[in-house]
């Protein structure tokens, strides 16, 4: 039975064709602008929604992330988050909830230790604080530590502020596995917020020790835009740097891509409190705001999302080009010395017309491991999801997808991740869904069996 917590503050987030079966898609739309997938319908190829399991009790708001341990799933909401037991991963049971409001509750799970970020002004870091103006200097934001040695009774451990707040974080484990790295991630800074004051050209590095977790505490605020980032497109189409939204580590490699509003990024993090930018990309033509990035498994590419309008414009329609609002794909290219550089190859968006009320841009995905190829699910919002090969960095194609017309759910999917022969998505108004992927594209992957998956901590599964 679930149950739902709410925790005080301590005293101290191979390609190939399928068969009919899998094909229950819609014909082609007699006209451009017609939608693919007409309203109140939800249609698919190559891909069976499984299960959904709708949002409920204490946690009504918006869904936000996900992250995987074992037979668990932890799944972000504004509110807080929900823990499922995926022990029958096509009816996933909900076994407890977690009141604690402050949104985007960004969530990473490592061993005993799960991370929720804060990026909303709160009165202070307990579970029952209320929203507090960005003015105030008694305003909180930062991210929250817990204990979750037992899943389903999570335990919160401790709070760290952080220069304006955690849109999101990602994890780096130290070397000798003994401490655990937070790479926490804002932006939107303003004269008028005393714990968010401009220039920000800056992370936020949380240093949280395995053994004592309530000792976690920032280590280092490193400027990766010494010279300053990009200012910003005069005619409002381009967001000026002023921070990161997200940065994806993948510690086997020492590397971290960094997404940052103006800027795309790749990091060596050697010496984990250290990083160093490496490499700095700008797409001034087609990027609006450089929002996530997913290295591919051998880490000799990384797919960079451009999240144009930030979550609420309708980028799928015939209005928008396939360049706007779509995934970059870049090589990672190995030069002399050991210097790497990014290299643009591609764009690639969903190949559906979607109506002028769908939200639809690119968004969070994760690898499906499939040896041998690089092969990735995405959530779309309201363009829904979408399984592409981009093995050829020049030519991504899309595999799969799944799509909920308009008015079935208001705002669509959130997070669409991977985890051991299953995609799983959060959407942002009707709850946690499972697919089923066509074993022509995933057959091989579903015997990669993987301990946890937190997609902005990336970790090798082999080829």
């Known amino acids: 039975m679930a149950t739902t917590l709410a925790v005080a503050a301590p005293s101290l987030a191979s390609p190939g064709d399928g068969t009919e079966e899998w094909s229950v898609a819609g014909t082609t739309s007699a006209s451009s602008a017609d939608p693919d997938v007409?309203?109140?319908?939800?249609?698919?190829?190559?891909?069976?929604?499984?299960?959904?399991?709708?949002?409920?009790?204490?946690?009504?708001?918006?869904?936000?992330?996900?992250?995987?341990?074992?037979?668990?799933?932890?799944?972000?909401?504004?509110?807080?988050?929900?823990?499922?037991?995926?022990?029958?991963?096509?009816n996933p049971e909900q076994v407890v909830q977690v009141r604690c409001p402050g949104g985007q509750n960004?969530?990473?799970?490592?061993?005993?230790?799960?991370?929720?970020?804060?990026?909303?002004?709160?009165?202070?870091?307990?579970?029952?604080?209320?929203?507090?103006?960005?003015?105030?200097?008694?305003?909180w934001e930062g991210i929250k530590?817990?204990?979750?040695?037992?899943?389903?009774?999570?335990?919160?451990?401790?709070?760290?502020?952080?220069?304006?707040?955690s849109h999101t974080h990602s994890l780096a484990p130290?070397?000798?596995?003994?401490?655990?790295?937070?790479?926490?991630?804002?932006?939107?800074?303003?004269?008028?917020?005393?714990?968010?004051?401009?220039?920000?050209?800056?992370?936020?590095?949380?240093?949280?020790?395995?053994?004592s977790p309530e000792s976690a505490r920032v280590v280092s605020t490193p400027n990766l835009f010494p010279g300053g980032g990009y200012k910003g497109d005069p005619d409002g189409e381009g967001w000026a740097t002023s921070g990161c939204h997200d940065i994806t580590t993948y510690a086997k490699y020492d590397l971290a891509a960094g997404a940052c509003m103006g800027d795309g990024i790749l990091m060596d993090i050697k010496d984990r409190e250290r990083p160093r930018v490496i490499d700095r990309v700008r797409d001034t033509e087609?990027?609006?705001?450089?929002?996530?990035a997913t290295f591919n498994n051998d880490a000799t590419k990384v797919v960079f999302t451009d999240e144009l309008g930030g979550g609420g414009l309708a980028t799928c329609t015939d209005e928008y080009a396939p360049e706007l609002g779509a995934n970059?794909?870049?090589?990672?290219?190995?030069?002399?010395?050991?210097?790497?550089?990014?290299?643009?190859?591609?764009y690639y968006k969903i190949p559906r017309i979607n109506t002028e009320n769908e939200n639809c841009v690119a968004h969070n995905g994760s690898l499906i491991p499939v040896p041998g190829k690089d092969v990735m699910v995405q959530s779309w919002y309201q363009g829904g999801v979408s399984v592409f090969d981009f093995t050829d960095s020049r030519n991504p194609r899309e595999l799969a997808w799944f799509d909920r017309g308009e008015g079935v759910s208001n705002g669509?999917?959130?997070?669409?991740?991977?985890?051991?022969?299953?995609?799983?998505?959060?959407?942002?108004?009707?709850?946690?869904?499972?697919?089923?992927?066509?074993?022509?594209?995933?057959?091989?992957?579903?015997?990669?069996?993987?301990?946890?998956?937190?997609?902005?901590?990336?970790?090798?599964?082999?080829?």
């Open 38 to 90: 007409p309203p109140g319908k939800t249609e698919s190829s190559k891909i069976k929604h499984l299960s959904n399991q709708p949002k409920n009790g204490a946690l009504r708001n918006t869904g936000s992330d996900i992250a995987f341990q074992g037979k668990y799933a932890f799944v972000g909401n504004y509110d807080g988050f929900t823990v499922y037991d995926l022990s029958d991963p096509e």
């Open 106 to 139: 960004d969530i990473s799970v490592y061993e005993n230790i799960l991370i929720l970020s804060t990026d909303a002004s709160r009165s202070n870091d307990s579970c029952k604080s209320k929203p507090l103006p960005e003015t105030k200097k008694a305003a």
């Open 145 to 165: 530590v817990w204990d979750i040695s037992n899943p389903r009774k999570p335990k919160y451990v401790q709070s760290v502020e952080t220069d304006c707040g």
């Open 174 to 211: 130290s070397k000798n596995k003994r401490d655990l790295y937070v790479y926490v991630s804002s932006y939107f800074p303003a004269k008028a917020f005393p714990d968010c004051q401009p220039p920000h050209d800056k992370i936020s590095i949380v240093k949280v020790p395995l053994s």
């Open 286 to 292: 087609n990027f609006a705001f450089w929002h996530s």
């Open 328 to 346: 970059g794909i870049y090589d990672i290219k190995r030069e002399a010395y050991g210097k790497k550089d990014l290299v643009f190859r591609s």
């Open 412 to 463: 669509g999917t959130w997070s669409t991740y991977y985890y051991n022969g299953y995609a799983y998505s959060n959407d942002l108004d009707i709850g946690f869904d499972t697919f089923e992927i066509a074993d022509s594209i995933d057959g091989k992957a579903e015997k990669v069996r993987l301990p946890s998956l937190n997609p902005q901590m990336q970790e090798s599964f082999g080829r």
